[in-house]
């Protein structure tokens, strides 16, 4: 199972400029969350700072008993191995073959026969449905596919924390679809503690168990979906819904219209009077379930009666339907 990161108090500056401040949030062990915001809010320097490559000026990052931020560089280098990282564009290598880019943190970090790492990278590229593909050159397959090799080689360490950088930029919609089935379908094999930086409201809405939302310098909000997609806090509903009119602004606008354009899918679903909660994506038919998804729904429920009354049945009614649709069948 996955490892909750738990970050108190966390800011991070570059010289005079700050990029965020006194960020705190705990990613529930085995669940997927989605950190949202626009461009340069420091979503990058946020995943960043939880694995110890760039240091915050106060605060800490606790992993497994480790504080990322303030622990010595050699506590900090071991606990990094619990992670896996997809970066935005696979970081592949261009002259190796996909099979020797994703058995390179073998390689580089376990002692591993060759044997034992062939069947593990095999393994892995048959999970994101790479499999038959271990010869050919990054540069000869497409970009969805160079994303897949890049989560292939994310996992081959077993990671219990896997944080993911805009892992749908430059994929169409219907690629991006699939990514984030493949996503959850990981989450479900393995039951790691996920990150996913986005702009995609799309996922935001139907892929994590959480949202949070990086908003001028500050963490705005974190919290389950179902409680953010029914939040009538003006940045959290303006950012959610794609409004042009709100406190985000001019400074924004451009990723605020991007936004807009991206939420039409989902603003169209939502009725005049009162929220629907798109349903969440399940795992592919022959997946194990979630294990997380009974702990998030119990952590939903101790939170329900707070709830104004509106978000309360929309979270009923989106239970409701909950063995309705949100499954993806098949691959690309
Ligand atoms: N090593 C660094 N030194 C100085 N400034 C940096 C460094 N890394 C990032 N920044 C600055 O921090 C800010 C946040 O950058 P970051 O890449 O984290 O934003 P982001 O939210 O991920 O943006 P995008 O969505 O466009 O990828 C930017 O203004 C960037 O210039």
């Given at each position: 199972m996955g490892i909750e990161v738990v970050v108190e108090g966390l800011t991070k500056a570059f010289g005079p400029q700050?990029?965020?401040?006194d960020v705190t949030l705990t990613l529930p062990a085995g669940e997927v969350s989605v950190m949202l915001g626009p461009s340069g809010t420091g979503k990058t320097v946020f995943l960043k700072s939880l694995i110890g490559l760039l240091k915050p000026e106060t605060g800490r990052v606790m992993i497994d008993g480790v504080d990322?931020?303030?622990?010595p560089d050699r506590k900090v280098y071991e606990a990094r191995k619990l992670f896996g990282l997809m970066f935005q564009d696979g970081?592949?290598?261009?002259?190796?073959s996909l099979f020797d880019n994703i058995a390179f943190p073998l390689r580089e970090h376990t002692r591993k026969k060759e044997k034992e790492i062939r069947r593990i990278v095999l393994e892995r590229m048959e999970m994101v449905g790479?499999?038959?593909?271990?010869?050919?050159?990054?540069?000869?397959?497409s970009g969805g596919m160079r994303k897949r090799a890049g989560l292939a080689r994310a996992l081959v360490l077993d990671p219990k924390i896997i944080l993911c950088d805009e892992?749908?930029?430059?994929?169409d919609p219907v690629r991006t679809a699939y990514l984030s089935q493949l996503l959850i379908d990981v989450n479900a094999r393995i039951d790691a503690t996920m990150l996913i930086v986005t702009h995609n409201i799309e996922i935001a809405a139907t892929v994590p168990d959480n949202i949070g939302m990086l908003f001028r310098r500050d963490l705005v909000a974190f919290g389950p979906r179902e409680v953010l997609l029914t939040s009538e806090e003006p940045v959290v509903a303006q950012f959610l819904h794609g409004?042009?009119?709100?406190?985000?602004g001019m400074s924004e606008e451009k990723d605020a219209a991007t936004l807009a354009a991206e939420a039409a899918d989902v603003r169209n679903r939502v009725p005049k009077r009162g929220f629907e909660i798109p349903p969440q994506l399940r795992p592919t038919e022959g997946m194990p379930p979630r294990a997380a998804e009974r702990r998030h729904a119990e952590r939903v429920d101790g939170m329900l009666p707070k709830l104004p009354y509106a978000a309360q049945q929309a979270i009923w009614a989106n239970r409701n339907h909950?063995?309705?649709?949100?499954r993806v069948h098949g691959g690309s």
């Open positions: 700050t990029i965020w401040r990322m931020v303030n622990d970081a592949l290598f261009g002259s190796l790479l499999g038959g593909q271990e010869h050919k050159l990054p540069g000869q397959i892992p749908d930029s430059g994929l409004n042009r009119h709100g406190p985000i909950h063995d309705g649709g949100g």
